[in-house]
């Protein structure tokens, strides 16, 4: 593929940032690729294992002459770095970012835009439950959805910025950001946070010991642990950014909840096997989309054929 | 390794069966392995795969002359298939069972079980989201847990008991069984009832289409599904059979969810950072106990190395 962007800045230089360095390179879509990471002792790593072509010091030199700018920092950060990296935008430049929530990112950066540069939303459904510049790999965004939420900014741009998505191997959606924030409470944040939930309790009971929890955890439990192993911080921004949709569908969860625990109570067997006869199908939609394979068992053992 | 029972018979040919099958001719431990299932059409498939030595029409058939019996039934055909098997079973054999809920099954088949035979109750704590004959395998319950509730059973029986599992892959640990029950409504019955919850209300939004919860998945969602997508009747049985173990855990999930819930309503960053933090300290322990890898994404991309 040919270059589409002169030069990227990625700044902040964690998962996201990290896979789409090696992504971009493997399509070939940059001429060059500068990053900044906040933290110097990130930067020292990303200059030991070439994450980026050039490493700066400072976000705003990191920017300078770029044609396209992607944000990879906490949401909590953004308004801090859009201000940051404001006065340095090039005219005509893209800005876009990889935050999980869309809506809050708007708010944030949305007013450090100045006239003649490009602010087009996304947001990479990818990741895994680790982090730092190390994490990264070429191959995470290969077959997962990128959103854009454009809101309005110009067509030539957005398409631009769909066909790179493409050319690090993304499928790419476009939609409003309150829907997208709607969305993705459903699909990641309130599992995030009721996975978090669940391990918090583990850990917490007396008349179960760690070791039980941690021995006996293949029966379920485990998967519950590699959700709730995720970044502690990107999370915490998340959910104070994503309120009302996240309480929202956590009002939902709740209910239902209590519906199947007084199925329990009662000894309402037909509700229970109806209720999980149901999610069984979902389940199949997802394989047939491709967003998950049917390896048993996640893959950990080897099968039978 | 050598013969240690002359013949096994297998009670119901699900995955737990058919994966003990497997494991049982890798392992070389019994001389011939019988079983039985209640359809037809299983003990069809079963005849077609290769899934036991002699498959028979009935239960009672199937445990005439057999060493070693496992009910691998859901809990509540348990007292059913004890009840037509009573008759036959020959003195000095060991009948276990490999259900997920020990005291119910206890209550269930004990009664059953006639004076001179054995009877140590048992849990593997392996599984997939598939079931059925075909599903099986012999590597399922390597490295993972097979947890027995003896309960005075005698002593040789048990340690012969214990090492058939070992031979099969596992380690094994005895406890008693109302513990067992409660460690299980921790490590995988609350689990399993929370992912069931959060799949049906993702699939009850009318705001958030099918399409989206399938496509835009992979941000956590998908974890959830594969759970909820195990056995029904399976799962039914587990909550109606260990009521008082899951409403007390889930009582303290709810409890702390709705903590999290006013932290995010209140805007507390910091008592969230706090608590996801902890809950990252138990996954290493997961990896490192080795009942999970440390493989991103749930191996499903490759990674760059």
Same mark, same amino acid.
């Given at each position: 593929?040919?270059?589409m962007?002169?030069?990227?800045?990625?700044?902040?230089l964690?998962?996201i940032a990290?896979?789409?360095?090696?992504a971009?390179?493997?399509?070939g879509?940059a001429?060059?690729?500068t990053?900044y990471?906040?933290?110097?002792?990130t930067?020292?790593?990303?200059?030991e294992?070439?994450?980026?072509d050039?490493?700066?010091?400072t976000?705003?030199?990191?920017?300078?002459?770029a044609?396209?700018?992607?944000?990879c +920092? *906490?949401? @909590?950060?953004?308004?801090?770095?859009?201000?940051?990296?404001? #006065? =340095?935008?090039?005219? /005509?430049a893209?800005?876009?970012?990889?935050?999980s929530v869309?809506?809050?990112?708007?708010?944030a950066?949305?007013?450090? +835009? *100045?006239? @003649?540069?490009?602010?087009?939303?996304?947001?990479?459904?990818a #990741? =895994?439950?680790?982090? /730092?510049?190390?994490s990264?790999?070429?191959?995470?965004f290969?077959?997962?959805?990128?959103?854009?939420t454009p809101?309005?900014?110009?067509?030539?741009?957005?398409?631009?910025?769909?066909t790179?998505?493409?050319?690090?191997?993304?499928?790419?959606?476009?939609?409003?950001?309150?829907?997208?924030?709607?969305?993705l409470?459903?699909?990641?944040h309130?599992?995030?946070?009721?996975a978090?939930t669940?391990?918090?309790?583990?850990?917490?009971?007396?008349r179960v010991?760690?070791?039980?929890?941690?021995?006996f955890?293949?029966?379920g439990?485990r998967?519950?642990?590699?959700?709730?192993?995720?970044?502690?911080?990107?999370?915490?921004d998340?959910?104070?950014?994503?309120?009302?949709?996240?309480?929202?569908?956590?009002?939902?969860?709740?209910e239902?909840?209590f519906?199947?625990q007084?199925?329990?109570?009662?000894g309402?067997?037909?509700h229970l096997?109806?209720?999980?006869?149901?999610t069984?199908?979902?389940?199949?939609?997802?394989?047939?989309?491709?967003?998950?394979?049917?390896?048993?068992?996640?893959?950990?053992?080897?099968?039978?054929?």
């Open positions: 593929m040919s270059v962007y002169n030069r990227v800045a990625l700044i902040g964690g998962l990290s896979s789409m360095f090696w971009i390179k493997r399509a879509v001429g060059e690729v990053g990471a906040r933290s110097s002792g930067r020292d790593v990303a200059r294992i070439g994450l980026c050039r490493v700066f010091d976000a705003a030199d990191a920017v300078e002459g044609d396209l700018i992607v944000l +920092v *906490p949401i @909590g950060a953004m308004d801090a770095t859009a201000a940051e990296i404001s #006065g =340095t935008l090039k005219p /005509g893209v800005v876009t970012d990889v935050g869309k809506r809050a990112v708007i708010t950066v949305g007013p450090h +835009v *100045p006239d @003649g540069v490009h602010f087009i939303p996304g947001h990479p459904l #990741g =895994t439950e680790q982090s /730092g510049p190390r990264g790999f070429a191959e995470l290969d077959n997962r959805w990128c959103l854009l809101d309005g900014a110009e067509a030539n741009e957005v398409k631009k910025l769909r790179f998505w493409e050319a690090l191997g993304s499928n790419v959606d476009e939609m409003d950001a309150d829907h997208h924030d709607l969305v409470a459903v699909t990641s309130t599992p995030h946070l009721i978090y669940m391990v918090g309790v583990a850990d917490d009971l007396s010991t760690d070791t039980e929890v941690v021995n955890s293949a029966a439990f998967d519950f642990t590699r959700i709730a192993a995720s970044d502690p911080t990107m999370w915490r998340v959910f104070l950014n994503n309120k009302d949709a996240t309480l929202e569908i956590l009002g939902r969860f709740t239902e909840l519906v199947l007084r199925a329990i109570r009662e309402d067997g037909d096997h109806d209720y999980f006869t149901r069984r199908a979902i389940r199949r939609g997802i394989i047939e989309a491709g967003q998950d394979t049917d390896v048993p068992n996640f893959g950990r053992n080897p099968v039978r054929k």
